[in-house]
Structure formats: structure tokens, C-alpha cells
């Protein structure tokens, strides 16, 4: 397995609310991405809690008698309680939170969760797709980029999983919305499907948006 991940702020924004971390543990690769939404300034402490918090928590819970889902699911859910209190004790109450994005690979299976809007494609013989559940709110001009479901609100919704089996070969891209909305899926196709390694993926991912987006960028790149 080979992987690279890219944070980038961007050049209008003032600080980078996203936040990634690629982490093997047993024989277990983890990797995930959160952005952060704003509240208070405390869009960038939302991600950083969510994606720590999740580690601490999967960790401590390894090796007691859960199937990988339900561990995966109560570390999200722990991660969402963390982010929470941290809003509490800061007069910030149900006003910080952040989308969460992990991909747990384990013996060629993965598990896939999220909730918010960061997404997961995946590239394999049958083509290129969207893996993961967008939550935003469809048809309405006013409200076109407006989030359903964040982790770290009061009302702690469920995420969306799939759980599929991987093959030699297979790519899973994860991205922030500061890089998809801002690149065509040909382009995104045509770049996987090249003889580049994945670092020169990525940079050339990033190269093709860095120009467009106005938002933070984060992708993580991912070949079996």
C-alpha cells in the first residue's frame, strides 16, 4: 500500500481549518480528514479534536470484543462528545463543528465513514465514483453550500459507512470541498489513471486547483 496526503491553506483564507492524519496501528491503517466550520474561530480546534480524539478512542478500544463498525462508529461518536465539551467550556455552545472523513483499511477491507461533506472517491476496474454520502442541502439557492450533518453539534447525527473489499490496484482519494468543487472528475480520472506515483498525483492534484479554490485544500491519496 502506498499513500501521500496534502494540506494546503490557500491564499484567502487566514488559517487552515482543515486537518489530516495517516496512522497505522496493529495491522490497521487509518486514515482520516475533518474540516473545520467556523463558530467562534474554533473551526480548526473542531478538526484537530475530531481526528485526535477519534485516534485515542479507537486505540483504547482495539482489542475489546467489537466488530471493526462498531469501534469505528463509537470513536466518531466519542470524537463528537470531545468537540462538544470543548465548545461548552469555551461559551461557544452548539457552535463549532467539523465534517469527518475515515478510511480504515484492514486486510484488504474498508471501512469507510462520513459525515458532513469532505468525500471519497474510488478508482478500480469498473471505473471512477463517489464513495461517500454528501450531507448538504440540495435545491435551495440561499442555503446551496449549507452542511445537514457535522460532528461536534448537539444533535449528533449518524454516519454514513460502506464496507467494501479492495483489489491490487485500487485507488481511494479523500478530499476537503475546498478541492472538489473546484476540479472535474475527468480531470481527477485522467490524473489517477497516469503512471505518475502517488506524491506526483497528489502535487499534480493540488496544481490543478491551487489557482481556483478559495477555500483550504486536503486530499490524501491512497493505492493498494
Known amino acids: 500500500m502506498e499513500y501521500f496526503s496534502i494540506s494546503y491553506k490557500g ?5 487552515n481549518e482543515d486537518y489530516y492524519k495517516n496512522e497505522a496501528f496493529k495491522d490497521t491503517q487509518i486514515f482520516l480528514i475533518a474540516d473545520g466550520m467556523g463558530g467562534c474561530e474554533y473551526g480548526e480546534k473542531a478538526s484537530e479534536i475530531a481526528v485526535e480524539e477519534f485516534l485515542i478512542c479507537f486505540k483504547n478500544h482495539f482489542e475489546e470484543e467489537l466488530s471493526m463498525k462498531d469501534l469505528i ?37 474498508m471501512y469507510l465513514f462520513n459525515i458532513g461533506d469532505s468525500r471519497a472517491y474510488l478508482q478500480n476496474e469498473y471505473g471512477f465514483y463517489q464513495i461517500s454520502k454528501d450531507h448538504v442541502v440540495k435545491n435551495n439557492e440561499n442555503l446551496k453550500n449549507a452542511i445537514t450533518r457535522g460532528l461536534g453539534f448537539r444533535s449528533m447525527d449518524k454516519p454514513d459507512y460502506i464496507i467494501k473489499e479492495l483489489s491490487s490496484d485500487d485507488q481511494i482519494l479523500m478530499a476537503t470541498d475546498g478541492f472538489y468543487k473546484f476540479i472535474d472528475k475527468s480531470n481527477i480520472q485522467f490524473i489517477l489513471k497516469s503512471n505518475l506515483s502517488v506524491k506526483e498525483k497528489c502535487n499534480k492534484l493540488l496544481e490543478d486547483v491551487i489557482n481556483k479554490s478559495d477555500d483550504n485544500i486536503t486530499i490524501t491519496l491512497i493505492k493498494i
Do not use: Q
Open 73 to 109: 462508529y463509537g470513536s466518531i461518536h466519542h470524537a463528537g462528545y470531545k468537540i462538544l465539551d470543548f465548545s461548552n467550556s469555551n461559551n461557544c455552545p452548539n457552535n463549532i463543528g467539523t465534517t469527518f472523513l475515515a478510511t480504515i483499511i484492514r486486510e484488504n477491507t
Open 11 to 15: 491564499d484567502f483564507r487566514d488559517k
